[in-house]
């Protein structure tokens, strides 16, 4: 019989069959699915196919259907009290450095750059290592100039680099190759690399992608003995998406399921939360949760834009990363600390450029982000966005407002919405006529989650 082991953070999807499950849509999964954005779990769109869960191993028969599984990893958090900070630091970049080398190789490495540390992280790496390195940076047009930084980090580590603008419009002439790409297990208003998939295949061989060291490398901002049921209360509101709730309970209601949809998604994080067994850190317990239901099923399905075009490594989802987190002490990753003092050790000059997150301030000074000493800042930022306010040309800072916004946007979204054979019409109106004349960030989810469900219904819903 086949043989799938799963890792810790799985890149991919890797789907089964349930033998005595009836070949039907599963509508509980897909409530959550648009109250989150993501499927929860092992769920799919059918009640007989399931996803393989994280770190387990899983035997299938010839048909593909399950087996059994079991898992041959467990979050865990040991942390190892006689490591000093810094030898973590030592620790942290020996480890890095050699994922890194062994991911890529030789191969020419195309290189994300943002503003922030996990990109910054990687190209510390990789220069140390003398890697063939070809970066860019994209940003929203009208949106912060993201690219400034991105090119002053190029700069510094000599490699090659190429500014994007994601334009408007983009979406509606890549939508179905985006589609079948994702299988619409991701909602599409995210996935601003679509817009430059056709540049990649130029770029260099192979992608080193820094996705979830924000998550890996930093604290969860709660107390450490902040109780259980306290640490639930967290998930929810960080899982849930605005408008999400409200959603999935028109759908609820229009499935005629039993019970609320707010009381089956409570219990159900409750139950998942109960197999994370971490009770002496909440920071820890909460990563462990996100790491094995967030991180496969919504960052993971995105990667796959870019794995279309060239191979993906991923240095953080890396098997031996995620078991050298559960030994580290919390205090050391909180605040992204390891990330910070790694980049100060090996690429002073690389610390010295603007940290998006703390601008105007850098990783030497991120700690004067505060009152009086970023009042300039802060009044200048106000001001430039309120000048760009009054001429009508506010800051782009999600990809929705490039494609959903404007007449020709609206026309194209308002005729895919209303193909989907799967959702009333009714509720479509609804949610499309909320979304256009009330809060429009706050509507935004709805309309793409519906948005995905109409691809789903003109691509797979005949599986």
């Not at 409530?31 to 009640?47: E, H, I, P, Q």
């Not at 190209?123 to 994209?138: P, Q, R």
């Not at 000059?349 to 505060?370: G, R, S």
């Not at 499309?432 to 706050?442: L, Q, R, S």
Request: glycine share 4%; net charge positive; hydrophobic share 40%.
């Amino acid at each position: 019989m086949p043989e799938i082991n799963t890792s810790i953070i799985p890149v991919k999807q890797k789907f089964a069959t349930l033998k005595n499950e009836p070949k039907v849509i599963d509508l509980e999964a897909i409530c959550v699915y648009v109250a989150t954005g993501f499927f929860l779990d092992d769920d799919t769109f059918w009640k007989h196919k399931k996803v393989l869960r994280p770190g387990t191993k899983n035997i299938l028969d010839s048909d593909g259907n399950l087996v059994s599984s079991s898992q041959h990893f467990k979050w865990h958090y040991k942390p190892d009290e006689s490591l000093s900070f810094s030898d973590a630091v030592e620790n942290f970049g020996a480890l890095f450095e050699k994922i890194i080398d062994r991911q890529v190789g030789d191969q020419r490495v195309i290189l994300p750059l943002s503003g922030g540390l996990d990109s910054r992280t990687q190209a510390v790496t990789l220069h140390k290592l003398n890697k063939n390195v070809s970066s860019y940076c994209y940003a929203f047009k009208g949106g912060y100039p993201e690219a400034k930084i991105g090119k002053s980090i190029a700069k510094t580590c000599n490699f090659d680099f190429k500014a994007f603008t994601i334009q408007p419009n983009y979406l509606w002439s890549k939508i179905d190759d985006l589609a079948k790409i994702s299988e619409c297990y991701s909602e599409f208003s995210h996935p601003r690399q679509m817009a430059i998939i056709d540049a990649y295949k130029t770029m260099g061989d192979v992608f080193s992608l820094g996705h979830w060291g924000d998550v890996l490398f930093d604290d969860m901002g709660v107390s450490d003995n902040l109780g259980r049921n306290d640490q639930v209360d967290i998930l929810l509101k960080k899982i849930v998406k605005p408008s999400g709730i409200a959603l999935a309970e028109k759908l609820w209601k229009h499935f005629n399921l039993d019970g609320k949809f707010k009381d089956y998604f409570t219990a159900r994080i409750y139950k998942l939360y109960k197999n994370i067994h971490i009770e002496s850190s909440a920071n820890a317990s909460i990563r462990a949760f996100k790491s094995t239901y967030w991180a496969p099923r919504w960052t993971s399905i995105n990667l796959n834009i870019f794995s279309e075009v060239k191979p993906i490594t991923l240095p953080y989802y890396d098997d031996e990363m995620c078991k050298f987190i559960c030994q580290i002490p919390e205090s050391y990753l909180a605040q992204r600390a390891i990330q910070i003092a790694y980049i100060k050790r090996r690429a002073p000059e690389l610390a010295k450029i603007v940290w998006h997150q703390q601008k105007p301030f850098n990783l030497n000074t991120y700690q004067y982000n505060k009152t009086p000493f970023n009042l300039p800042y802060r009044v200048y930022s106000k001001l430039n966005r309120m000048s760009k306010d009054f001429i009508g040309k506010p800051l782009v800072q999600r990809n929705w407002e490039l494609q959903f916004i404007g007449e020709s946007n609206e026309a194209m979204l308002r005729d895919y919405l209303f193909k989907n054979s799967f959702i009333p019409k009714d509720i479509i109106s609804e949610v499309f006529n909320d979304f256009k004349t009330k809060d429009k960030v706050y509507h935004a989810h709805a309309v793409s989650m519906f948005l995905t469900l109409s691809l789903w219904d003109k691509h797979f819903n005949n599986e």
